[in-house]
């Protein structure tokens, strides 16, 4: 090539404008697609392969996106480092099998969201992993469990979708004094209204489509804690190849820029629907911790500061059929399998969290067939229970 001469339009077509990934003063993270990482310098890029100089060498194992998404997360929670997968049963996955060997024993309780369920009832008896499962109040009978020997205690509070509340001070001290490593899903609580860290867990896990992304458009996961257990975690993830793509990092990037405030709004209209159902002659029970009657009332407001967005109620007419009656004449939520997200969404374990587990099995985890769970949106509240209300009054 001449001096000064131009490169051809094929070059420019490829190389132009490219010299540099992110751009300069911009005020957003930007979505970095690129699949691989380019070094003139080998030193200089065999260093970042060893992890010895920051940077990115391939995108199944790390992206630049991706990065900012995990390190908000860990600094919401107050952890030393953080990793994420492509869905949150990516990383709940990816966390047990990653840290349980054969022979080894998991204590957690019954009534967990489906998915992790099966984990513990199909996967991990498979490899000869040892799985415990208590009575998910009786804090007593863990207590025991884990004493009996525990390498993992997994915990998740409020639970899905009975939003029943552990006592995450308590049990994570028998599970240190067990020599367990304790995980908690904070799914349904978030970083804003629960710290389950502070509270002596290990780690801290979400699936990032709910709350944190809050729009039901991006799907992810996320864990954080301990730095040495999420290199191990994150080993896994990259070998395995349950990558987050960069575009669901930045959507739910920008999803959780409003997290306090959805949240705070959330808090406040679950506890007036709450109210509001714990009253209604058609209704036989609310799950909801904010309500003075709910069993974990105490627990809840000891290691939480909000309620959360979650609650789940229980027909008077103890049916099936009732519940489609009552999501039917709904008009402001989404009858799907999601929650979390700034609209209200309803429905059945049967078709959303517990859609794996049999009827049997759900009774089993004390799941009623007429149970429905709601995850309260950003409406007004008022709204909201006028629209209840006259859903409700379709029951005879």
Known sequence: ?????????????VWAGEEEYLMDSVTQVPVVHSVSFGYKDVTHWQQVALGEKEGHIYGRNTNPTVSVFEDKIRRLEGAEAATSAATGMGIISCTLFSLLLPGQKVVSVKDTYGGTNKIFTEFLPRINVNVALCDTTDHDAIEKEIADGCDLLYLETPTNPTIKILD??????AGKNAGAVVVVDNTFATPINQRPLDLGADLVLHSATKFLGGHADALGGVVCGDSELIKKIYHYREITGATLDPMSAYLLLRGMKTLELRIQRQNSNALEVAKFLESHPKIKKVFYPGLESHEGHDIAKKQMSGFGGMLSFMLAEDTFEAVGTVLKHLKYAHCAANL???????????TTSHVECTREERLRMGIPESLIRYSTGIENAADLIGDLDAALSKLP
């Open 1 to 13: 090539m001449k001096k000064n001469q131009l490169p051809g339009n094929g070059t420019r077509s």
């Open 168 to 173: 995450l001070e308590r049990l994570a001290k």
């Open 340 to 350: 979390g997200a700034v609209e209200t969404i309803a429905g059945p374990p049967a």
